[in-house]
């Protein structure tokens, strides 16, 4: 299995950025989709964004599109979560995750990183 280590959580403002990194290491990076899920206190961990193994084809959820850019680095072994006009309902624990195939359910991803905390204030 991959390992995955996600860091750039934290606090900020209403409307604010912040940018999410998850390294990966133990086993070829470029045989993996990767995605992004989040989990808010009291709810179900549910999907953000996943990017295809090469990079292309991002896909987002509804509520992220628009404000939210998933991309990778192939050679630094590493998934980013771009996150702009953050909301106080984006709070929560962002988990990286990776993906033999392709899917956007919580099923479809076999490795899992320990997550980071993000808190948009109002």
């Known amino acids: 299995q991959v390992q995955l280590v996600e860091s750039g959580g934290g606090l900020v403002e209403a409307g604010g950025s912040l940018r999410l990194s998850c390294a990966a290491s133990?086993?070829?990076?470029?045989?993996?989709?990767m995605g992004w899920f989040r989990q808010a206190p009291g709810k179900e961990r549910s999907f953000v964004a996943a990017?295809?193994?090469?990079?292309?084809?991002?896909y987002y959820a509804d509520s992220v599109k628009g404000r939210f850019t998933i991309s990778r680095d192939n050679a630094e072994n590493t998934v980013y979560l771009e996150m702009n006009s953050l909301k106080p309902e984006d709070t929560a624990v962002y988990y990286c995750?990776?993906?033999?195939?392709?899917?956007?359910?919580?099923?479809?991803?076999?490795?899992w990183g320990q997550g980071t905390q993000v808190t948009v204030s109002s």
């Open positions: 995750a990776a993906a033999a195939g392709w899917g956007i359910t919580k099923a479809d991803f076999g490795s």
């Open positions: 133990g086993r070829t990076f470029t045989r993996y989709n």
């Open positions: 990017i295809s193994r090469s990079g292309g084809a991002p």
